[in-house]
């Protein structure tokens, strides 16, 4: 059975940061590109950032120079460290093994003053 367990997620202050992770298990993310997504108030979704299975990275201009994503394959997780967060990045977010069909629930982040 497998099983994506995001967590990390809470409420900052602008400018704040927090570190959000993505755990696996039943399914081996090394052999994924895995992406960070985000759904905010207005429902919309957003992909915010993409690790390869080689370790390359891509980010949409939104949030290029403010997170980053890495991979840690010896825990099977993928992490999204997020800085100089802003009230547009409040969002629930989450992980996807790109093509795999397999969501976790989500970990909310709140930005505000």
């Known amino acids: 059975q497998v099983q994506l367990v995001e967590s990390g997620g809470g409420s900052v202050q602008p400018g704040g940061s927090l570190t959000l992770s993505c755990t696996a298990s039943g399914i081996d993310l090394s052999d994924y590109t895995v992406n960070w997504y985000r759904r905010g108030p207005g429902n919309q979704a957003e992909r915010v950032a993409s690790?390869?299975?080689?370790?390359?990275?891509h980010y949409p201009d939104s949030t290029k120079g403010r997170f980053t994503i890495a991979r840690d394959n010896v825990k099977n997780t993928v992490h999204l460290q997020m800085t100089n967060l802003k009230a547009e990045d409040t969002a629930v977010y989450y992980c996807?093994?790109?093509?795999?069909?397999?969501w976790g629930q989500g970990t909310q982040v709140t930005v505000s003053a």
């Open positions: 996807n093994p790109m093509c795999s069909g397999y």
């Open positions: 690790i390869t299975a080689r370790a390359t990275t």
